[in-house]
């Protein structure tokens, strides 16, 4: 076991990179973001006009969190154990980024793909049938391969941090920091609709000039991935993964042949009482978040604009259409401040602490939702098909870009106090990562199947789902302030809770 200890302290010291190194290891979550950011402002308003009815358009989203809930742990557990010569974390990193180009690329082809299949190219619902299939598959692997992909960057994060909970929040900062550049990148590249004049070959008999614009933009993803995705693991050197250090780490580990799922409901079972408060607020916060990720623009083009995707009125129609675009834009200012948000994080934390952090944002957060409702009766006062008036767009407006700040939060301390702990308790960050991450796919799998029903039940429209995101948004501002614990290391290396408020968390 002194071997193994030894080893153990040789490699922490060779996993310890400088912080330019870091920065060049967490751009690619600007390539992957990207793709992210075209996928919240384009697919839900172009999976409508192929014919999806808005109360079912969230049902597409449900392959998220599924892909999630079954890939991410897979993909933490193995990666915590790869013993390829390249390292542990980058081959899987490689396998996900090339499964995002291929998703993206079907994507982007579908209405092609599905007139070629034998679809019509009429704009009439439901005549394109086999385009909604082949878009729904490109779908789903684009969320199995971004699941693939994104448990490995924060799990490369984390073992190029260790234990120095500063670097640790520096890098999830510069992760947050690299996200906000690539929905940046991402909203703008949405909003300009002047794309297809540049790639001309997109345009074609299947496919529009919208739908040419979309495929034009995902192309332009496909280049943003590849670069980060080379500087990314060109950053550093992984040290390889070795049997002492499996020695070290899992004294206790069953059998080798031992299936995955065992592991994480061992890991469950066994989850330190910190982590399981970590997790309850982690998804209150993204039980909140999702109801808007899915359909902000839609909002926007829906409730605000007031128009309709398939109504026979073109001008019904172009409304929507304008709202989308706007909603577009929000979203590029919402990532401004993310970015700008990321950068203070840190001190912020170390300043007031990250429970009181993480708690104020949750209730910036509630209260933009409650104010999305004022916003929709103040849109509704002005007569059908005129568009709103210019202080409701504005104050839209605003929303967005304030929810940047809370955004950049749920981006970042769960991530860093999960590596805190993860690391202190001696357990692989990949399983962590994968373990975090049910606590943001099962929000999802909740809001993908009951948002569009829940919103039924109360006369359609987007914000009854939103109102209940900001109700748990400040149920788990409350939780986060309360009950997060404040870790601390014991004499035998464990963590014990510290309840006193008077210290900041790591």
């Given at each position: 076991m002194e071997r193994g200890e030894s080893f153990k302290r040789v490699n922490r010291?060779?996993?310890?990179?400088?912080?330019?190194?870091?920065?060049?290891?967490?751009?690619?979550?600007?390539?992957?973001?990207?793709?992210?950011?075209?996928?919240?402002?384009?697919?839900?308003?172009?999976?409508?006009?192929?014919?999806?009815?808005?109360?079912w358009a969230s049902f597409v989203w449900l392959c998220g969190p599924i892909s999630g809930m079954l890939v991410q742990p897979i993909v933490?557990?193995?990666s915590d154990r790869f013993p390829g010569k390249w390292g542990r974390?980058?081959?899987?990193?490689?396998?996900?980024?090339?499964?995002?180009?291929?998703?993206?690329?079907?994507?982007?082809?579908?209405?092609d793909l599905g007139f070629l299949l034998g679809d019509s190219n009429s704009s009439i619902v439901g005549s394109r049938p086999r385009a909604i299939v082949v878009f729904v598959i490109g779908f789903w692997v684009l969320d199995l391969a971004n699941n693939t992909?994104?448990?490995?960057?924060?799990?490369?994060?984390?073992?190029?941090?260790?234990?120095?909970?500063?670097?640790?929040?520096?890098?999830?900062?510069?992760?947050?920091?690299?996200?906000?550049?690539?929905?940046?990148?991402?909203?703008?590249?949405?909003?300009?609709?002047?794309?297809?004049?540049?790639?001309?070959?997109?345009?074609?008999?299947?496919?529009?000039?919208?739908c040419a614009n979309l495929k034009s933009a995902f192309l332009l993803g496909v280049l943003l991935l590849v670069l980060t995705t080379i500087l990314s693991v060109t950053a550093a050197s992984e040290v390889p993964w070795d049997p002492i250090t499996k020695i070290v780490n899992d004294d206790d580990e069953e059998e080798e042949?031992?299936?995955?799922?065992?592991?994480?409901?061992?890991?469950?079972?066994?989850?330190?009482?910190?982590m399981w408060y970590i997790l309850a607020v982690t998804a209150l916060t993204w039980m909140a978040w999702f109801p808007f990720l899915l359909f902000d623009t839609?909002?926007?083009?829906?409730?605000?604009?007031?128009?309709?995707?398939?109504?026979?009125?073109?001008?019904?129609?172009?409304?929507?259409?304008?709202?989308?675009?706007m909603g577009s834009l929000g979203l590029m200012l919402n990532s401004v401040v993310l970015g700008l948000s990321s950068l203070v994080i840190e001190p912020l934390c170390h300043k007031l602490g990250s429970s009181y952090v993480w708690g104020l944002a949750n209730t910036i957060m509630a209260a933009c939702f409650a104010a999305t409702a004022l916003l929709t009766?103040?849109?509704?006062?002005?007569?059908?098909?005129?568009?709103?008036?210019?202080?409701?767009?504005?104050?839209?407006?605003?929303?967005?870009?304030?929810?940047?700040?809370?955004?950049?939060?749920?981006?970042?301390?769960?991530?860093a106090l999960t590596a805190t702990f993860t690391e202190r308790v001696g357990g692989g960050q990949g399983l962590s990562m994968g373990v975090l991450n049910l606590a943001v796919v099962i929000p999802q799998m909740i809001v993908s199947v009951g948002s569009g029903p829940w919103d039924e039940l109360f006369g359609g429209g987007n914000l009854p789902a939103f109102l209940l995101g900001g109700a748990a948004a400040l149920a788990g501002g409350i939780a986060a302030v309360l009950i997060l614990p404040r870790p601390t290391p014991d004499f035998k290396g464990g963590i014990r809770l510290r309840r006193s408020r008077s210290s900041p968390i790591p």
């Open positions: 010291g060779k996993n310890r990179i400088p912080l330019q190194s870091l920065a060049r290891v967490a751009c690619i979550a600007a390539g992957v973001q990207f793709g992210w950011a075209l996928q919240l402002s384009l697919l839900t308003p172009y999976v409508q006009e192929l014919g999806i009815p808005h109360a933490g557990h193995y974390r980058r081959p899987f990193i490689l396998i996900g980024a090339t499964l995002v180009v291929v998703a993206v690329l079907i994507i982007g082809f579908s209405a992909l994104q448990g490995p960057c924060r799990a490369l994060l984390a073992d190029f941090t260790g234990k120095d909970q500063r670097r640790t929040r520096r890098a999830n900062a510069f992760f947050s920091l690299f996200m906000a550049i690539g929905n940046v990148l991402g909203f703008a590249t949405g909003a300009y609709d002047g794309w297809y004049k540049i790639f001309s070959f997109t345009r074609t008999e299947a496919c529009d000039i919208a042949g031992e299936a995955v799922f065992w592991e994480l409901f061992g890991a469950l079972r066994d989850l330190p009482r910190p839609d909002w926007m083009g829906r409730d605000v604009y007031r128009g309709e995707p398939s109504s026979p009125d073109p001008k019904i129609t172009a409304l929507y259409f304008e709202g989308v675009h009766h103040a849109a509704k006062q002005d007569p059908w098909g005129m568009g709103p008036p210019l202080y409701v767009t504005i104050s839209s407006l605003v929303i967005f870009a304030v929810l940047g700040a809370p955004l950049a939060v749920t981006y970042s301390i769960p991530y």
